[in-house]
């Protein structure tokens, strides 16, 4: 088991090995598997990729990312140019016309409406995540789904074991209607992530509820 120190230096290495990162500028804290990130950055991807460096690293529990963005003093983007691009993104992707609603206050974007597939709500945020002088993103997108019959729970359960990357024995999978809920044990922030991804798969799932614990020293 790592200690707070070696999981401090592992944290801020894979930091520094991320490209779009200057190490300088993000502190790294860790105490009992919890790393806090603080510190300047120039842009929510980059906040954003720090947050993901640090989930990414054996042994840590929960990120608490309290890194703040300051662009540069010449910067002189306004609400409604960014509001502006956001739209021009949506509208370059294969995200349905019209679906999506966009709001922008002081750099802080909402994405509103209805879609049909997770897949495509998280689209949405990857189309809008990179552009300059975003302060952060709220993806309040709901998930409608065209197919009304109930989810089964055994095809989810059968995904789930199928991936190669996923040790699904320790996972249980709850349906009720249309809701998913995911509990159990996984080894890494990535199995959680996957296993959220799969369970979204599912046809007519409109919520997950991804209750999973992340223990790296689990057998």
Known sequence: MKTNEELQEDVQDAIKWEALLNAAEIGVT????????????????KKEEAEEAAKNVAGVKVVVEKIAIQFSSS????DGDIAKEIIEALTASWIPDNKVKVRVEDGWVTLEGELEWNFQKDEAYNSVRH???IKGVSNIISIKPTIQDYVEQQDIKRALARNWS???KDIQVKVAGNKVTLNGTVRSFYQKDEA??????APGVS???N??????YAN
């Open 30 to 45: 860790a105490k009992d598997g919890v790393i806090t990130l603080t510190g300047v950055v120039n842009s929510f991807a």
């Open 75 to 78: 910067f002189k983007k306004t």
């Open 131 to 133: 552009l300059d002088g």
């Open 166 to 168: 996923i040790d699904s």
């Open 211 to 216: 209750e999973l614990v992340i223990d790296y």
């Open 207 to 209: 919520v997950v509820d």
């Open 196 to 201: 959220n991804r799969i369970a979204w798969n």
